[in-house]
Protein backbone atom coordinates (compact mmCIF):
# COMPACT_ATOMS: atom_id res chain seq x y z
CA UNK A 1 0.00 0.00 0.00
CA UNK A 2 1.21 3.32 -0.40
CA UNK A 3 1.78 4.94 2.13
CA UNK A 4 0.08 8.17 3.00
CA UNK A 5 -1.24 9.99 6.18
CA UNK A 6 -4.68 8.39 5.64
CA UNK A 7 -2.91 4.79 5.50
CA UNK A 8 -0.88 5.32 9.11
CA UNK A 9 -4.51 5.93 10.73
CA UNK A 10 -5.60 2.50 9.25
CA UNK A 11 -2.20 1.08 10.67
CA UNK A 12 -2.83 2.55 13.93
CA UNK A 13 -6.47 0.54 14.00
CA UNK A 14 -4.89 -2.48 12.99
CA UNK A 15 -2.49 -2.62 15.67
CA UNK A 16 -4.59 -1.52 18.14
CA UNK A 17 -6.80 -4.94 17.09
CA UNK A 18 -3.69 -7.18 16.91
CA UNK A 19 -2.15 -6.08 20.17
CA UNK A 20 -6.16 -6.87 21.77
CA UNK A 21 -5.89 -10.04 20.78
CA UNK A 22 -2.34 -10.91 22.07
CA UNK A 23 -3.05 -8.96 25.49
CA UNK A 24 -5.98 -11.50 25.80
CA UNK A 25 -3.82 -14.40 25.11
CA UNK A 26 -1.49 -13.18 27.12
CA UNK A 27 -3.74 -12.31 30.30
CA UNK A 28 -5.68 -16.19 29.99
CA UNK A 29 -1.79 -17.77 29.98
CA UNK A 30 -0.64 -14.94 32.42
CA UNK A 31 2.49 -14.53 30.49
CA UNK A 32 4.07 -11.67 30.21
CA UNK A 33 5.21 -9.80 26.70
CA UNK A 34 6.37 -7.07 24.59
CA UNK A 35 3.71 -4.64 23.58
CA UNK A 36 5.41 -2.17 21.98
CA UNK A 37 5.75 -4.32 19.06
CA UNK A 38 5.08 -3.39 15.00
CA UNK A 39 2.20 -4.90 12.82
CA UNK A 40 5.02 -7.77 11.53
CA UNK A 41 5.77 -8.55 14.47
CA UNK A 42 2.32 -8.77 16.33
CA UNK A 43 1.11 -10.82 12.82
CA UNK A 44 4.16 -13.20 13.69
CA UNK A 45 3.02 -13.52 17.83
CA UNK A 46 -0.56 -14.62 16.41
CA UNK A 47 0.36 -16.81 13.49
CA UNK A 48 0.83 -19.92 15.63
CA UNK A 49 -2.42 -18.97 18.05
CA UNK A 50 -4.56 -19.04 14.88
CA UNK A 51 -6.99 -21.86 16.17
CA UNK A 52 -7.12 -20.39 19.53
CA UNK A 53 -8.01 -16.67 18.07
CA UNK A 54 -10.54 -18.49 15.79
CA UNK A 55 -12.64 -20.39 18.86
CA UNK A 56 -11.69 -17.52 21.42
CA UNK A 57 -14.95 -15.35 22.67
CA UNK A 58 -14.11 -12.10 20.68
CA UNK A 59 -13.01 -13.95 17.33
CA UNK A 60 -16.38 -12.40 15.46
CA UNK A 61 -15.72 -9.12 16.54
CA UNK A 62 -11.94 -9.08 16.23
CA UNK A 63 -12.88 -10.35 12.49
CA UNK A 64 -14.97 -7.60 11.97
CA UNK A 65 -12.52 -4.64 13.37
CA UNK A 66 -9.48 -6.25 10.85
CA UNK A 67 -12.19 -6.41 8.13
CA UNK A 68 -13.30 -2.72 8.52
CA UNK A 69 -9.70 -1.25 8.13
CA UNK A 70 -8.75 -3.47 5.69
CA UNK A 71 -11.64 -2.01 3.22
CA UNK A 72 -10.11 1.07 4.49
CA UNK A 73 -6.86 0.47 3.44
CA UNK A 74 -8.59 -0.39 -0.24
CA UNK A 75 -9.87 2.93 -0.06
CA UNK A 76 -6.19 4.53 0.02
CA UNK A 77 -4.94 2.70 -2.52
CA UNK A 78 -7.76 3.80 -4.48
CA UNK A 79 -7.12 7.34 -3.91
CA UNK A 80 -6.23 9.54 -7.09
CA UNK A 81 -2.11 10.20 -6.33
CA UNK A 82 -2.88 13.97 -6.46
CA UNK A 83 -4.72 13.70 -3.68
CA UNK A 84 -4.23 13.73 0.20
CA UNK A 85 -6.21 12.61 3.19
CA UNK A 86 -6.57 15.50 5.57
CA UNK A 87 -9.15 13.76 8.42
CA UNK A 88 -12.37 14.91 8.71
CA UNK A 89 -14.17 17.76 8.92
CA UNK A 90 -14.23 19.45 12.42
CA UNK A 91 -17.63 21.04 12.11
CA UNK A 92 -19.96 18.73 14.63
CA UNK A 93 -22.22 16.70 13.23
CA UNK A 94 -20.39 16.96 9.58
CA UNK A 95 -17.73 14.13 9.60
CA UNK A 96 -17.17 14.40 5.32
CA UNK A 97 -13.83 13.00 4.74
CA UNK A 98 -11.23 15.75 3.14
CA UNK A 99 -9.27 14.92 0.49
CA UNK A 100 -7.47 17.95 -0.73
CA UNK A 101 -5.22 18.22 -4.13
CA UNK A 102 -1.63 17.88 -2.82
CA UNK A 103 -0.22 21.31 -2.16
CA UNK A 104 -3.10 22.93 -0.65
CA UNK A 105 -3.14 25.38 1.95
CA UNK A 106 -6.92 25.57 2.89
CA UNK A 107 -9.56 23.31 1.74
CA UNK A 108 -13.40 23.77 1.69
CA UNK A 109 -15.40 21.26 3.26
CA UNK A 110 -17.88 19.96 0.55
CA UNK A 111 -21.07 19.62 2.77
CA UNK A 112 -21.21 22.67 5.47
CA UNK A 113 -18.31 25.03 3.35
CA UNK A 114 -16.11 25.30 6.63
CA UNK A 115 -12.68 26.07 5.70
CA UNK A 116 -9.70 23.62 6.90
CA UNK A 117 -6.13 24.29 7.66
CA UNK A 118 -4.28 21.58 5.22
CA UNK A 119 -1.07 22.69 6.71
CA UNK A 120 -1.50 22.32 10.28
CA UNK A 121 -3.57 18.70 9.32
CA UNK A 122 -0.38 17.51 7.25
CA UNK A 123 1.77 18.73 10.07
CA UNK A 124 0.03 16.99 12.68
CA UNK A 125 -0.21 13.48 10.49
CA UNK A 126 3.84 14.25 10.11
CA UNK A 127 3.85 14.00 13.85
CA UNK A 128 2.08 11.19 14.24
CA UNK A 129 4.73 9.02 11.68
CA UNK A 130 7.49 10.20 12.26
CA UNK A 131 9.01 7.13 13.40
CA UNK A 132 8.25 5.28 9.82
CA UNK A 133 11.67 3.83 8.48
CA UNK A 134 12.44 3.05 4.83
CA UNK A 135 14.64 3.34 1.71
CA UNK A 136 15.39 7.29 0.95
CA UNK A 137 13.33 7.28 -2.19
CA UNK A 138 10.33 6.12 -0.41
CA UNK A 139 10.80 8.46 2.62
CA UNK A 140 11.16 11.52 0.41
CA UNK A 141 8.10 9.81 -1.76
CA UNK A 142 5.92 10.38 0.82
CA UNK A 143 7.06 13.51 2.02
CA UNK A 144 6.19 14.82 -0.90
CA UNK A 145 2.74 13.19 -0.89
CA UNK A 146 1.86 15.15 2.39
CA UNK A 147 2.76 18.52 0.42
CA UNK A 148 6.37 19.16 1.50
CA UNK A 149 8.73 20.47 -1.21
CA UNK A 150 11.69 18.06 -1.15
CA UNK A 151 13.52 16.31 -3.96
CA UNK A 152 15.16 13.09 -3.81
CA UNK A 153 18.12 14.47 -4.98
CA UNK A 154 18.26 16.75 -2.26
CA UNK A 155 18.03 14.25 0.34
CA UNK A 156 20.60 12.07 -1.59
CA UNK A 157 22.90 15.21 -1.28
CA UNK A 158 22.07 15.34 2.88
CA UNK A 159 23.87 11.79 3.06
CA UNK A 160 27.24 12.93 2.62
CA UNK A 161 27.05 17.06 3.27
CA UNK A 162 28.20 17.90 6.62
CA UNK A 163 26.93 20.72 9.06
CA UNK A 164 28.94 23.84 10.72
CA UNK A 165 29.79 20.72 13.53
CA UNK A 166 31.43 18.76 10.65
CA UNK A 167 28.72 16.55 11.28
CA UNK A 168 26.90 14.29 8.66
CA UNK A 169 23.45 16.07 8.00
CA UNK A 170 21.27 13.08 7.77
CA UNK A 171 22.03 9.55 8.38
CA UNK A 172 20.90 5.89 7.96
CA UNK A 173 19.09 4.25 11.17
CA UNK A 174 19.86 0.39 9.52
CA UNK A 175 19.61 -1.59 6.57
CA UNK A 176 16.83 -3.61 4.84
CA UNK A 177 16.95 -7.31 4.28
CA UNK A 178 18.27 -6.39 1.08
CA UNK A 179 21.21 -4.46 2.65
CA UNK A 180 19.38 -0.59 1.49
CA UNK A 181 19.74 2.04 3.71
CA UNK A 182 16.75 2.80 6.15
CA UNK A 183 15.90 6.81 7.26
CA UNK A 184 13.85 7.41 9.51
CA UNK A 185 11.09 10.32 8.02
CA UNK A 186 11.34 12.37 11.50
CA UNK A 187 15.09 13.00 10.51
CA UNK A 188 14.80 13.78 7.35
CA UNK A 189 12.34 16.50 7.76
CA UNK A 190 14.18 17.95 10.26
CA UNK A 191 16.92 18.45 8.09
CA UNK A 192 14.35 19.60 5.57
CA UNK A 193 12.98 22.15 8.22
CA UNK A 194 16.65 23.58 9.18
CA UNK A 195 17.15 24.21 5.65
CA UNK A 196 14.36 25.70 4.79
CA UNK A 197 14.86 27.87 7.71
CA UNK A 198 18.32 28.70 7.15
CA UNK A 199 17.74 30.04 3.50
CA UNK A 200 14.56 31.74 4.89
CA UNK A 201 17.04 34.05 6.72
CA UNK A 202 19.53 34.14 4.25
CA UNK A 203 17.20 35.88 1.92
CA UNK A 204 15.91 37.86 4.54
CA UNK A 205 19.42 38.79 5.27
Not at 106 to 121: F, H, Y
Given at each position: ?????????????????????????????????????????????????????????????????????????????DIPPERVFAG?CPTGGCGVEL????????????????????????????????AFEAPLSRVV?????????????????????????????????????????????????????????????????
Amino acid sequence: MVFRIGAAEVADRITEVLRSMLAAWVSEQERPVHRMLSVPQLVASLDPLRDWVVKHAQAEEWHDRLLEQCLKALEQIDIPPERVFAGVCPTGGCGVELWPIIGEDVTVCPRCQAQVDVRARRREGLRRIEAFEAPLSRVVDTLRAAGEQITYEQARKWTSRRDGHDRVMLNAVGHDQRGTKLYRLGDVRAVLTRTTRRKARSLRA
